[in-house]
């Protein structure tokens, strides 16, 4: 059972959907009155990943985009919850089911509903639907998102 001190974990990626999320998410962590843990994963392998970076760069490009995800949802608002920044070295799908560990819920951005795309390349959501530690919450793609997905 959770208590008003567990938080609400939502992964961001820097697109409009996990935008939407993240917005989402401030709502319900205002409402309950719980922290709000916004998750970054990043990746860095150094024998795979040929370009000119560094795990440090990466991780600094991962704290960017939590800080820029944040400014975008709180912009305007008066109400807001403790918010603790995680920027986490993993696959996507792996970090955000650890980090639910302990959680109220997890929130996520679905970003197609194309059932082919999401069985062979898998999918962040579908994975924690199946393995994260508490509830999730996955905000669909809109209508606008679907139709750019399908081109």
Do not use: F
């Amino acid at each position: 059972m959770s208590t008003k001190s567990d938080p609400i974990v939502v992964g961001v990626d820097g697109t409009p959907a996990s935008d939407r999320a993240l917005v989402w998410a401030v709502d319900e962590a205002v409402t309950r009155g719980c922290p709000l843990h916004v998750v970054n994963a990043w990746q860095y392998e150094a024998l795979v990943d040929w370009t000119e970076t560094s795990a440090q760069r990466e991780q600094a490009a991962s704290e960017q985009l939590v800080e820029q995800a944040l400014q975008r949802a709180l912009q305007g608002r008066t109400d807001q919850p403790e918010i603790v920044r995680r920027s986490l070295r993993g696959d996507a799908a792996e970090v955000l089911e650890a980090a639910s560990e302990g959680a109220a819920m997890l929130v996520v951005a679905s970003h197609t509903d194309h059932r082919i795309r999401q069985m062979i390349l898998g999918s962040t959501s579908m994975h924690v639907v199946h393995h994260a530690h508490a509830p999730v919450v996955v905000i669909p793609v809109t209508d606008r998102e679907h139709a750019e997905s399908t081109r």
